[in-house]
């Protein structure tokens, strides 16, 4: 289960993640994210200070949401991952094209 806390809508959408992005709920994240976005199109950073499980449908679901800001001249960065998420964006290379945050 994954939980989504938007803490700030202006002047950069930040969100808490906590808990387990993954297939069964990967799309419920990408459209509550997106749907805050579409409000009021700004940066987003998330947060991952909680966030302890990722897939590899996650991970897609994040590419996704970057092409989608990057369209409209925006940015998405990861704050506060777990090393152990972190290699993941490392192993495959998505550190190279996302930005994430100590």
Same mark, same amino acid.
């Given at each position: 289960?994954?939980?989504?806390?938007?803490?700030?809508? +202006?002047? +950069?959408?930040? @969100?808490?993640? +906590?808990?387990?992005?993954?297939a069964?709920?990967?799309?419920?994240?990408?459209?509550?994210? $997106? @749907? *805050?976005?579409?409000? @009021?199109?700004?940066?987003? *950073?998330?947060?991952?200070?909680?966030?302890?499980?990722?897939? +590899?449908?996650?991970?897609?679901?994040?590419?996704?949401?970057?092409? !989608? *800001? $990057?369209?409209?001249?925006?940015?998405?960065?990861l704050?506060?991952?777990?090393? $152990?998420?972190?290699?993941?964006? *490392?192993? !495959? @290379?998505?550190?190279?094209?996302?930005?994430?945050?100590?």
């Open positions: 289960m994954q939980e989504i806390k938007v803490l700030q809508t +202006s002047p +950069s959408i930040v @969100a808490a993640l +906590s808990g387990e992005i993954a069964e709920n990967a799309d419920d994240f990408y459209a509550e994210i $997106r @749907a *805050v976005y579409d409000r @009021a199109p700004a940066d987003i *950073v998330l947060d991952c200070e909680k966030l302890t499980f990722i897939d +590899s449908t996650t991970l897609g679901t994040l590419v996704k949401l970057l092409k !989608c *800001v $990057r369209t409209d001249g925006h940015g998405l960065r704050r506060h991952l777990q090393p $152990r998420l972190k290699k993941l964006f *490392v192993i !495959c @290379a998505l550190d190279t094209i996302m930005e994430i945050e100590d």
